[in-house]
């Protein structure tokens, strides 16, 4: 009996330390995967979500530099493989738009993320890459109240952004080689004239890849907000220049034109997104 109690223990165990999972989401009119990891030696702090590019795996989103970063930050890490069909995504429809279906769907593996883990899911970090900058944009001007930051590299086109979003963090990439770099960089001046608290990078001789460079601004930018409720609000410490990639500190300010001139969250943060190595 002891023996029998002792094997069905560490078979519990073994499942609550299970660091990768998948399941499937029904709902909102589709079905979608979901792939999660947690580290089985950090009790998180919050998740982070990385969508793929188009129709893309959420399991393959999960590569061993995710999961270190993860770790390093007590984060969970949640990917979803959507999945289009045909242009309908083109049309207006389909999971870019998170307002029809892929966002609820997104809520629900959020809700169920923290009945396993317990997890706050309330706010949480974006990255999404091409399709996946599509939604991660989308779903922070859904729904801004459950975003604490997002970082969106290289969408074909992009929704306008409204005050709802005016307090989210962002940092909005593209390559200067990449066909949707115009729209892009469209976005996030649209940003900027609201005030939004966005950081602008992009990388010369850059097409539509994911390079080194962007995946370490990304986690520069999204680990600085990875232990903070909300926004700061305190007033930055640093400023960038967007054509030249250089900061300064908050009393020379005044050196950037102010068209050209970004808050930077941290020097941390400022001292990646000086760096170009690609």
């Known amino acids: 009996m002891i023996a029998m109690i002792y094997y069905f223990l560490t078979l519990f165990c073994c499942v609550l330390s299970a660091a990768e999972e998948r399941w499937v989401v029904a709902g909102q009119g589709m079905n979608v995967a979901f792939d999660s990891w947690q580290s089985d030696d950090a009790k998180a702090a919050a998740i982070l979500v990385l969508i793929s590019g188009y129709n ?11 999961k270190e ?61 091409s399709a996946g900058a599509h939604f991660a944009h989308r779903f922070a001007l859904w729904k ?62 850059t097409g539509h890849e994911l390079t080194s460079s962007v995946r370490n601004m990304a986690e520069a930018f999204l680990g600085h ?24 500190p908050l009393a020379e300010k005044e050196v950037i034109p102010e068209e050209f001139r970004i808050e930077l969250p941290s020097q941390a943060v400022a001292d990646v997104w000086e760096k170009e190595t690609e």
């Not at 893309?56 to 995710?66: A, Q, T, V």
């Not at 999945?83 to 999971?95: D, L, S, V």
């Open 56 to 66: 893309g795996s959420g399991k393959e989103m999960l590569d061993l530099r995710w």
């Open 69 to 129: 970063f993860a770790e390093k930050n007590a984060l969970i890490l949640l990917a979803p493989s959507f999945q289009a069909e045909g242009f309908e995504n083109t049309w207006g429809e389909g999971y870019y738009y998170p307002e029809q279906g892929s966002g609820g769907v997104l809520e629900m593996a959020l809700n169920e993320l923290t009945r396993r883990t317990g997890v706050n899911s309330d706010a949480v970090l974006l990255f999404g890459f």
């Open 144 to 205: 801004p109240q459950r975003v604490k930051a997002f970082a969106a590299y290289s969408a074909g086109w992009w929704s306008e952004p409204t005050e709802a979003v005016r307090r989210v963090p962002a940092l909005i990439m593209c390559g200067e080689a990449d066909p949707r770099y115009a729209a892009t960089f469209e976005f996030f001046k649209m940003g900027q004239h609201l005030g939004c608290p966005w950081v602008w990078r992009s990388y010369t001789h």
């Open 225 to 248: 907000f990875a232990f903070r409720k909300e926004p700061s609000e305190m007033p930055a410490l640093c400023y960038g220049d967007i054509q030249t990639f250089k900061s300064v």
